[in-house]
């Protein structure tokens, strides 16, 4: 009783009796196959190829079920016991799809490995507790059965999706995430960074006090940040144009804008003025830098036009506020 206590109202394995460790098995097998059979389902619409994959797999835990499900019928009767693997100390758990959104194809496939691995040991250390020939027999091959399909996903990759296949599905991945996340997320840093120049100079010149800067920059970042991240949301719902969700990318493009702007607005809670000031012009450049680098990384802009470009914007904003302030 005290060792159920400190589990947490849990059953460790080793107290489990036959017809349990089969019922256990049951469950697992037939969670392993809902696991599978949405994993195909939350690919299915951008990588069909893949979702095969899952689908083959949900057949394999759905054969291995019946199996299981048999041999208790034949030394136990109908009534299976209803236990599952949360009610097991210890017992590995693996996450539902909706924990996992959005899919990613190697991310699934690792996960379907993973599986696969904890099935194998969960049999191997099934059997040694079994006395009745049968049933050692049956988890024992299961055991085999699952050393083998270790790895099912990359094998089944193989025969679903070629090379070819493969490769046009992971460029179609890589545009989703540009267009949801680092095409909105780019247009906030750049609108953060270079926007809140002017402002936040100009305050910072025209008052020659810090704290009064700092909170010119904070409302100022924050405020392109709310305004930002509504823009992205409202204009365009993803369904047509296929930039992905809306809430997704208007985050991105939210908290990237209030970043940019806070950059160089936390320097002026350091109360030297010209301390601050220099700590915020090094910011700048900083940012400017990440912005190009960001453009010819994922946005393939070439550098010499990406840094023209993100440099002379951000030089006639920041002087700008320089002489609006010092007027």
Known sequence: MLSRFFAGGKRRFDDLSEQEI?????????????????????????????????????????????????????????????????HILGYIEHKPDWLMRPLSIEKTRK???????????????????????DTRKLLGDLAIAEREHTSLAHRLGLKHVPESVAESEAAREHRQFILTYVQPGLAGLMDGSVSTLAPIFA?????????QTFLVGLSASVGAGISMGFTEVAS????????????????????????????????????????????????????????????????ETPWLRAAFQVVLGGALVFAAGILIGSA
């Open 111 to 133: 996960r379907a490995e993973e599986m696969e691995l904890a099935a194998q040991h969960f049999y191997e250390e099934a059997a040694k507790r079994c006395r009745d020939a």
């Open 203 to 211: 305050a910072a010149f025209a008052t020659g006090d810090t704290w």
């Open 22 to 86: 089969l019922a256990l098995a049951i469950s697992s097998e037939e969670d392993d196959a809902r696991i599978y059979l949405a994993y195909a389902d939350g690919l299915r619409d951008d990588f069909p190829d893949s979702a095969k994959v899952f689908e083959n797999m949900a057949a394999e835990e759905n054969e291995h079920r019946k199996w299981l499900i048999e041999l208790h019928k034949k030394r136990f009767g109908d009534v299976i016991p209803l236990i599952r693997r949360d």
């Open 236 to 299: 365009d719902d993803g369904v047509i144009s296929g930039r992905g969700s809306p809430m997704k990318r208007g985050f991105a493009a939210g908290i990237m804008t209030t970043l940019g702007g806070l950059g160089h607005a936390l320097p002026y809670l350091i109360s030297d003025f010209w301390t601050a000031t220099s700590i915020a012009i090094v910011v700048v450049f900083i940012e400017l830098w990440a912005i190009t680098w960001i453009q010819h990384r994922w946005m």
